[in-house]
């Protein structure tokens, strides 16, 4: 599917419907945080994968992306047809989040803040599977509407401080993640350490 298709409110919406019988959610708004903390990770996946690894990152421009839906409608991954000069990445990626967070918003109900907070988790998350560091992150979420990404260490490994969630624990039987930033920051560390294979301190 072409990514463009996220500017697209019908195709939005069958989305969101079918996000929302998956996960049993009937709250419009937290149905389209929940598809965009995935569908996020995947759009920003190319672009973050091939800045950290060098050379001419691929362009995060939406006409550049195709995505890759699960049956149930999961964007699972993207691929980029195109590359860019590194120093365009920070802003056409801003630029492909600015009309991705306003299509979610609209059609959704979801407040574009916290769209871009999970845009910032997801890129901090993609640059981190890759290999980057913090310095990375931060130079490719450089857009003032991106808040700064964070990490931690933990158990000797670098994480994700989260700014963002994903509200999936109000879906039925589900419960926050191990990260999640709404929980006692000593839950999650606790949480965080047993996952990675640490006796919580």
Same mark, same amino acid.
């Given at each position: ?85 590194? /120093? =365009?990445?920070?802003? *056409? #990626?801003? !630029?492909?989040?600015? +009309?991705? @967070?306003?299509?979610?918003?609209? %059609?959704?109900? &979801? ?28 130079? /490719? =979420?450089?857009?003032? *509407? #991106?808040? !700064?990404?964070?990490? +931690?260490? @933990?158990?000797?490994?670098?994480? %994700?401080?989260? &700014? ?38």
């Amino acid at each position: 599917m072409p990514a463009t298709a996220v500017t697209d409110p019908s195709w939005l919406t069958t989305q969101f419907a079918a996000a929302a019988h998956r996960y049993r959610m009937d709250r419009g708004a937290s149905v389209g945080v929940l598809w965009w903390y995935s569908a996020s990770s995947a759009l920003l996946g190319p672009s973050a994968e091939s800045y950290v690894y060098g050379g001419r990152p691929a362009d995060p421009a939406l006409r550049s992306l195709t995505l890759f839906l699960h049956e149930d409608g999961r964007v699972l991954d993207a691929r980029a047809s195109s590359f860019v000069d590194r /120093l =365009a990445v920070p802003v *056409r #990626l801003a !630029a492909t989040l600015s +009309v991705c @967070v306003n299509s979610v918003a609209t %059609v959704s109900g &979801a407040a574009r803040r916290t769209l871009w907070a999970i845009a910032t988790d997801s890129l901090a998350n993609r640059v981190l599977w890759a290999g980057g560091s913090p310095a990375d992150a931060a130079a /490719l =979420a450089a857009d003032e *509407r #991106l808040p !700064a990404p964070r990490h +931690v260490e @933990v158990a000797g490994q670098r994480v %994700v401080r989260r &700014a963002s969630c994903c509200l999936i624990y109000e879906a039925p039987g589900q419960q926050k993640c191990t990260s999640c930033p709404r929980q006692h920051p000593d839950d999650r560390l606790r949480r965080l350490q047993t996952a990675l294979g640490q006796e919580p301190g």
